[in-house]
């Protein structure tokens, strides 16, 4: 069987997408908690019409296997340059997985590249570590993120 990778509308695979929701967030729940994921399709939607989004989808015999998007924009530190940055991705769990989000952050570095971006970034957890793909594929680490749950318990004050 083959993988056909393609960019679409978000439209067409959508619903595809919502159905992974939950495999995909409990890979990532456990630095969640509770929450659960709800996309803003909204603003997905109005970017991709500002042709500032975009979607690839990984199928094998028209089912979708795994997604990948990407958000461009004018860079916030270097006014003259395109950054882009990796919106949540996925690959359904199985044994060629590593390879099938390789060939699609390949081919949406490409399309960054093509579109003029400088600087593109993707988010990785440790507990769901895409760390090994993007090494071979030529990133590195600028950043370690940290995230405050402001819902959950007060944040202290400055002093």
């Not at 199985?94 to 971006?117: E, F, M, W």
């Not at 990785?124 to 090494?135: C, D, G, I, R, Y």
């Not at 680490?141 to 819902?151: C, G, N």
Request: glycine residues 6%; hydrophobic residues 50%; charged residues 25%.
């Amino acid at each position: 069987m083959t993988i056909v990778y393609a960019r679409e509308p978000l439209a067409s695979a959508k619903a595809e997408i919502d159905a992974t929701l939950p495999a995909m967030w409990a890979e990532m729940a456990e630095g969640f908690g509770d929450e659960r994921a709800e996309p803003n399709w909204k603003l997905y939607f109005t970017a991709e019409a500002r042709n500032a989004a975009f979607l690839l989808t990984a199928r094998e015999d028209g089912v979708l296997v795994g997604y990948f998007g990407m958000l461009v924009y004018p860079n916030l530190s270097l006014k003259n340059e395109l950054a882009a940055s990796a919106t949540p991705y996925y690959v359904v769990p199985r044994r060629d997985r590593g390879l099938i989000l390789r060939s699609l952050i390949r081919h949406a570095i490409t399309i960054c590249q093509r579109a003029g971006v400088r600087k593109a970034t993707v988010k990785t957890h440790p507990w769901a570590s895409a760390e090994p793909v993007l090494l071979h594929l030529g990133a590195r680490e600028v950043a370690r993120d940290f995230m405050f749950d402001l819902a959950v318990r007060e944040v202290k004050e400055a002093v």
